[in-house]
């Protein structure tokens, strides 16, 4: 399995980043997120909820929140780990973590009724065998949810323009590349799709114009807070060519 990414490059990530770190439901493109999840993940009080590549537990705080989970993470760098447990404990939220490599790991298996991952499995080469990992954690029955940047159309060539070095690291996968990894490990209720708006903000744009980059995505924000109502209306707004993420959804 070949890693697209080396530990310094996730080190680097954490290491200015302010905490607390929420989700920012305030954006366009978290509010479709929201109401995507809302519609499709099955709620359940105490359901279990893990998240692999969890750092900085912002995704964990949203589905502690919003769903009432039990929610465990886990991460395979130790700064990481840190970080989340400083971020958890700032917004009051209960968590067991697991310092871990999601290909070497002790968890559970057939034990979570939710397995989640944001920005993990393009980094690396085989989706296939990423995805069946957390497919083994699932209960029958659970959902597996998975978010990739997308890698296509405008955000792309933006990100080529300022910060190219980073697409490096990015594997590139498309809606339908999606849905047959998802249809590959044979689960049921399978959905697939683009969501949100463009977003170059969603990796790192670098140094764009000497901002740093929390800097540019507050920008950015305050941008797209004002041209996104308008651009929604177009066709092919939620699309390979706008959208900042594709996902998948799907029960075992
Ligand atoms: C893009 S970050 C996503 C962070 C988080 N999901 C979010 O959206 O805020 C990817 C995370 O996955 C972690 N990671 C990378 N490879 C991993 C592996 N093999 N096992 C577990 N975690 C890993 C990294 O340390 C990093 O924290």
Known sequence: MKKLTKRIYWDERWKDMELPRYRDMKTYSMQLIDKLLK???????????????????????????????KVY?????KPGIELTKQNLR???????????????????????????????IEHFDNQQLILRKH???LKDG???IVFVPNCQGLNNVIQFMFNRKILRAHHKITKEEM??????????????????YFSPSRYDPGNVFGMSKYKF?????????????????????ESKYFSAFVYGIASK
Not at 179 to 196: H, W
């Open 90 to 120: 700032l917004a009051n939220v209960e968590a067991k973590l697991y310092w871990g490599d999601i290909f070497k790991n002790n968890l559970k298996k057939n034990y979570f009724d939710i397995v989640f991952s944001w920005g993990l």
């Open 135 to 137: 497919y083994e954690l």
């Open 179 to 196: 849905q047959n990894l998802f249809e590959n490990l044979k689960m049921k209720d399978v959905k697939t799709g683009y969501i949100g």
């Open 217 to 237: 995505k507050k920008l950015h924000d305050a941008v797209g807070g004002i041209a996104n109502p308008i651009l929604r209306r177009l066709p092919y707004f």
């Open 73 to 77: 993470g886990m991460d395979y760098l």
């Open 39 to 69: 519609k499709h993940v099955k709620s359940g009080e105490n359901n279990k909820f893990i998240e692999i590549g969890c750092a900085p537990g912002s995704w964990m705080i949203y589905f502690y929140r919003n769903f009432g989970f």
């Open 142 to 144: 659970g959902q597996l």
